[in-house]
Each structure stands twice: as C-alpha cells, then as structure tokens.
C-alpha cells in the first residue's frame, strides 16, 4: 500500500473553500485514492473515492492531477460541523487475496472557526 | 438499511483481564475489519475476516485475536488486558474483501485500569 502524507492540522473559517492536499509518492498503477472523515468518538465515514483527473459527489471534490502522485480534498463553504479528522487512504480496491493491509495515516484535523 | 453496530459501546476493564467485543456488519456484508485508535497512534489496523477467514493482520501480538461466524458477525478479543489496549475499537465492514470502501460502526471505548 502507498504511503500518504497529510498536514498534521488546519485551520479555516466558515464560509471558505477548504483544500486538504495528500502527497503519495508511490501510488501503484491499480491503487485509488479515497478520504474519509472522522468526528471525535465515531468511527470514520467515507467521503469520496477516485482514480484520476476530478470526482465531484454532494460533499467535496477530489483533484488528482496527471501523475497521481498526489491528490487535493476540496470541501466547499466549510461550516462549523466540518471540524473533524480527514484521512487520505491510498490502495486497491475490491481485489481479494492480496496481502495488503488497510492503513490509515495520521490524518489531518481540520478545526473550522466562526 | 441498519449501519454497522458494536457491542458494548463503553468498557472497563482491570489489567490482566479479557474482554470480547463484538460487531455486527450491514446486512449483507461479508467483510469485517478492526481497527485500534488511540490518540498517540492514530487509526491502526488490526485484522480482516471475509467468509469467516482471516485474510490480512495487522500488527498487532497474539493477544489480540478475532473471529467471524457464518453471519458475518465478528468478535475481537484481547486477553491479558495492558494499560495500553486502552482505546477505541472500531469495525468497518465492506461488501468485498479490503474494500476501500468500509462502513464504520460507532465503536468500542475500552478503559483498562
């Protein structure tokens, strides 16, 4: 599984368009790039999975630029509930008996002010 | 369609202790996954079960084992309790096998003493 780098945290305010960048130097020709969000004492929930180029969902983009090396969450007009952990996750999907593990960074914690 | 959920939510415990924590998936799922989180550590996988097969581990020792039954529902256990099992223990569950794709439930608090 690729590594991923975040930024340990940032700060924003309400309103803005927040942009998370996640470096993964090693992506593998298979791998696809997925981030979920986390709010303290639950578990994570997926926000949004792609390969290359922009994926647009209700809740953010994701840009991944030509050599994938890295990929940009982008969060539209944040509002105080964004606050929370977002991890950058890098691998294969739906590939059964492989040996890969699942793995989380890190994460980056977002703290969104008024 | 009913989320993931985990039993107990909240758990004390003693050192040298063992406790089981258990999951059930959403319906349908096959995939079961475990994860440890603590704030020094972060989001630490510690195994997969799909089909009632345990096919990737973490790193993590042998106290820490875990099973599926025919349902998909899973249980993790950890015997001999340590100050730093404290955590919490969440399960994911996904359609297929590592799928990038995981379902979270709510997660397990477990304080050891």
């Known amino acids: 599984l690729a590594k991923t780098t975040q930024p340990i945290s940032m700060d924003s305010y309400e309103g803005q368009e927040v942009n998370i960048t996640c470096s993964h130097n090693?992506?593998?020709?298979?791998?696809?790039i997925t981030w979920y969000q986390q709010f303290p004492s639950q578990g994570p929930r997926f926000i949004i999975q792609g390969y290359k180029t922009k994926v647009t969902n209700e809740v953010a983009s994701l840009f991944i630029p030509a050599d994938r090396k890295s990929s940009t969450l982008s969060l539209p007009r944040v509002s105080l509930s964004d606050t929370a952990v977002y991890y950058c996750l890098v691998g294969e999907p739906r590939t059964m008996n492989r040996d890969d593990k699942i793995i989380f960074g890190k994460g980056t914690r977002l703290h969104i002010l008024p | 369609k009913a989320g993931v959920t985990q039993t107990p939510r909240y758990l004390i415990k003693t050192r040298g202790q063992q406790v089981t924590l258990s999951c059930s998936p959403i319906?349908?799922?096959?995939?079961v996954s475990w994860y440890q989180q603590t704030p020094g550590q972060g989001l630490q996988f510690l195994f997969e079960y799909f089909s009632e097969t345990q096919r990737n581990k973490g790193n993590f020792p042998g106290r820490f084992s875990g099973r599926q039954f025919s349902n998909s529902r899973s249980e993790m256990n950890v015997s001999t309790l340590e100050l730093g099992d404290s955590a919490l223990y969440l399960c994911?569950?996904?359609?297929?096998?590592?799928?990038?794709?995981?379902?979270f439930g709510p997660g397990t608090r477990l304080t050891v003493l």
């Open positions: 994911a569950s996904s359609p297929q096998s590592q799928g990038n794709e995981q379902f």
């Open positions: 090693n992506i593998a020709t298979n791998d696809y």
């Open positions: 319906s349908g799922h096959r995939s």
